[in-house]
């Protein structure tokens, strides 16, 4: 069992910057690749972006490439996610997600889930 808190979202204005952390207990963080997803009101849950167990491979969603950033420290278990210039439609829950799988490549991939954050983004 991998028990999964979300925190550092909030209210920011357009061209602001966050960063999320995600604090993972439980069995052994490194054995699980982690990944962040974002919710909006009456959308679809949506892949935001995908770090490998040991670091080293890294995806993003298009609409957050080249301004969002995905990291891990294994050593205090805990996965971020920085995010810069962001637009009011970066607005949703975030939420991190722990896989088994060395290449989840869907929502249901995922085996754990946090609560969420919430992040808003006023224009």
């Known amino acids: 069992q991998v028990q999964l808190v979300e925190s550092g979202g909030g209210l920011v204005q357009a061209g602001g910057s966050l960063r999320l952390s995600c604090a993972a207990s439980g069995r052994i963080f490194s054995s699980y690749v982690m990944a962040w997803f974002r919710q909006a009101p009456g959308k679809e849950r949506e892949f935001v972006a995908r770090?490998?167990?040991?670091?080293?491979?890294?995806y993003y969603a298009d609409s957050v490439k080249d301004r969002f950033t995905i990291s891990r420290d294994n050593t205090k278990n805990t996965v971020y996610l920085q995010m810069n210039s962001l637009k009011p439609e970066d607005t949703a829950g975030y939420y991190c997600?722990?896989?088994?799988?060395?290449?989840?490549?869907?929502?249901?991939?995922?085996?754990?889930w946090g609560q969420g954050t919430q992040v808003t983004v006023s224009s």
């Open positions: 770090i490998s167990r040991s670091g080293a491979s890294i």
């Open positions: 997600a722990a896989s088994r799988l060395l290449v989840p490549d869907t929502t249901r991939s995922y085996d754990y």
